[in-house]
Structures are given as structure tokens and as C-alpha cells.
């Protein structure tokens, strides 16, 4: 089981130059704006109010980095996508700022997408799962306020979001609550299981 002891801010960046260095795994949390990406890392950290929340959609505006366990991995924070009260000229920053840290990021292990458990995924959900699909990440899918449905509901909706954003069998669909602080559990043993993997791997073809 993965324990997370140790987490702190390690850098803030809006562009590549400030990234922080290659050397660890990093696994990034990806949704639209409001979804629950900064609570959802508070959960998961067990800390607080590292990732800034807010009841006003669009609160972080840039990718932060987070290190865990002395920089055994990294959790990074993305900005939100499609929230449409934010300029034009803003949001297509931000989906520069997301996109260009997908698509050239070598260490990055995995991306967590986050859906809102209550709805059907938007077709930005959908274009950003296919195209993490496409990339040849696994698929891992978060669902969050499961707080706000009822185990009926639920179950009628992660057929919904398994069959929007196309999930084969073997993609991961996990509901969360960072309000009960459910589901975190079975996140934190795949994460987990991401991190052992990555590490192996890493020492295995690294030989001196
Ligand atoms: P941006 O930074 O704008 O992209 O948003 P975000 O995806 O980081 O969302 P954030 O974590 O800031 O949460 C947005 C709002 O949803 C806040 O008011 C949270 O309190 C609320 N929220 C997040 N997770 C849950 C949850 O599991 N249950 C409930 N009921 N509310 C939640
Ligand atoms: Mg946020």
C-alpha cells in the first residue's frame, strides 16, 4: 500500500523553461475547470490546503508541482479546461500550458483524468481521454463528488461515463469524494502500483 508522508510545493510553471528537472516520475491530474483536481490532491496528500480550492471555477492558472516522499514521485495540478466565463484568449493559454506539458513531458507516468461523477463527460473530456488513449497512456479515470449521487445514480452513470469517453474494460473508473474523503483508497493502491513500476523499471535499465 502506498503511503504518502511526506508532500510539499516544489515549483510553480507556466511554461517548460521553469519546469522542475526530469530525474522523478510525475503523474498529473487532468479536468475541467472546477471538477475537483486540487481537492481531489488535498485528499490524496492528506493535507488541507496545499492545492488551492476554490468555489470559483478557473483557480489554478498554472501547472504546480508537488513532491512526495522526498521526490519519490510527483503529483502536478493542471489548469482546468473549458470553463467558459474565462476569456478566450486565457483558455487557449491554459490549453497551450496543458498541452504542451503532455506532449513533451518524458517522465511523465501517468495522467489521472477527473470527471464529474454527476454528469455525462463534455466532449472536451472525451478529446482529452482519446487523446491520452492515443498517446498509449492507460486509462485512469477518476469520478468526483460521488457525495452528490446515490449509489443508483452512480451505477447508472459509470456505464454513462465508461461509454462517452469510449473506456475499454480494462480502463480504471474510480468514484471519489473529497467532501467524505471516499474512494481514495483504491487510488492511492493504483498509484501505487505506478510508482513500484516506474522504479523498477528505471533501476532495472540502469546499470553502471
Ligand atoms: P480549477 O483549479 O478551477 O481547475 O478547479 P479544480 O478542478 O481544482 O476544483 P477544486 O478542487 O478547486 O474544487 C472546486 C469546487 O468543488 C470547490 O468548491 C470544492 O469544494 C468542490 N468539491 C471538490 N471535490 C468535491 C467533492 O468530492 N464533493 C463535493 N461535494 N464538492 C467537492
Ligand atoms: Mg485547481
Known amino acids: 500500500m502506498m503511503k504518502i508522508k511526506k508532500s510539499d510545493l516544489l515549483c510553480i510553471a507556466a511554461k517548460p523553461a521553469q519546469y522542475p528537472g526530469t530525474d522523478t516520475m510525475e503523474i498529473a491530474f487532468a479536468g475541467r475547470s472546477n471538477v475537483g483536481k486540487s481537492s481531489l490532491i488535498n485528499l490524496l496528500l492528506g493535507r488541507k490546503n496545499l492545492a488551492r480550492v476554490s468555489g470559483s471555477p478557473g483557480k489554478t492558472r498554472t501547472i504546480n508541482f508537488y513532491t512526495i ?5 510527483r503529483v502536478v495540478d493542471l489548469p482546468g479546461y473549458g470553463y467558459a466565463k474565462v476569456s478566450k484568449s486565457l483558455s487557449a493559454e491554459w490549453g497551450d500550458m496543458i498541452e504542451t506539458y503532455l506532449k513533451q ?3 511523465l507516468a501517468i495522467v489521472v483524468q477527473l470527471v464529474d461523477s454527476r454528469h455525462e463527460p463534455s466532449a472536451l473530456d472525451v478529446q482529452m481521454y482519446e ?3 492515443a498517446f498509449g497512456m492507460d486509462g485512469l479515470v477518476v469520478a468526483t463528488k460521488a457525495d452528490k449521487i446515490s449509489g443508483n445514480q452512480w451505477a447508472k452513470n459509470k456505464k454513462a461515463i465508461r461509454s462517452k469517453l469510449g473506456m475499454a474494460p480494462e480502463d480504471i473508473l474510480i468514484p471519489v469524494s473529497a467532501l467524505k474523503k471516499t474512494g481514495t483508497g483504491e487510488l492511492l493502491d493504483v498509484i501505487g502500483q505506478i510508482v513500484e513500476g516506474w522504479h523498477a523499471e528505471t533501476e532495472g535499465g540502469d546499470q553502471e
Open 105 to 107: 513531458r518524458e517522465n
Open 69 to 73: 516522499n522526498d521526490d519519490q514521485f
Open 131 to 133: 487523446w491520452l488513449k
